[in-house]
């Protein structure tokens, strides 16, 4: 069979099913090799599924993907951006305040640890330590940082225990002196210290609350 027959064999399987499997695409072909089903697949705009080793196939006009681009055909997901991989790479990147692995793991309904640290070692995303776990952001420094200011902000400080924003605010005071302007890692720094389990997280919250004034730091003082 030619190009042209191979095509139209597929587009009428997708015509009758939205969701096909790739041995089922395989055997209407007549062939075992995938990498003359994807030359085949290239004249459709199919999806390939990031759940349940890929190999569920659908084409896209049949879909209709929620607000982060993604599809569940029962327990088979597919993604407008691909991959796995890519799909978390777009979903953090377009965050208005990063994501916990949870909270991907509950938008893409799968487990994403492992994809995740793949992601971290090429530098296609960027983690930072909160009291919560890593919050995943973006690699770019100016969204990440309004990702983190976001983030934080979502979190009042009412809502951390009370003994944590006393010793966060006395510590302000012994680095600050009477300035009230102090470097918020200087802070976890020096509790830390003292063997203080306290998160950058929460010592932005107590800042926010009380209008101190930020410094930069670095590992040679404020500057």
């Not at 390939?48 to 006009?61: A, L, M, N, P, V």
Request: glycine share 6%.
């Amino acid at each position: 069979m030619n190009n042209k027959e191979n095509l139209q064999i597929l587009k009428r399987l997708f015509n009758k099913e939205r969701v096909i499997k790739g041995p089922r695409l395989l055997k209407a072909l007549g062939t075992r090799s995938r990498m003359t089903l994807y030359r085949h697949l290239q004249g459709l705009k199919y999806l390939c599924s990031y759940s349940q080793r890929g190999i569920y196939y659908t084409c896209e006009r049949s879909v209709k993907f929620n607000s982060n681009g993604i599809w569940r055909w029962g327990d088979v997901h597919f993604s407008r951006h691909g991959t796995l991989r890519a799909t978390l790479i777009e979903l953090i990147n377009k965050s208005a305040a990063g994501y916990f692995q949870r909270e991907l793991r509950k938008l893409v309904s799968v487990p994403v640890q492992d994809s995740l640290l793949a992601l971290l070692r090429r530098k296609k995303i960027f983690r930072v330590a909160e009291a919560e776990g890593y919050l995943y952001v973006s690699v770019l420094k100016a969204c990440r940082e309004k990702q983190l200011k976001k983030r934080r902000e979502q979190k009042p400080c009412e809502d951390l225990p009370k003994e944590v924003v006393i010793e966060i605010l006395a510590e302000i005071i012994r680095v600050s002196g009477e300035t009230l302007a102090v470097a918020a890692a200087k802070v976890v720094q020096n509790l830390r210290s003292k063997g203080r389990q306290v998160s950058q997280a929460q010592v932005d919250q107590v800042m926010h609350r009380y209008e101190i004034k930020k410094k930069r730091f670095n590992a040679t003082g404020c500057y």
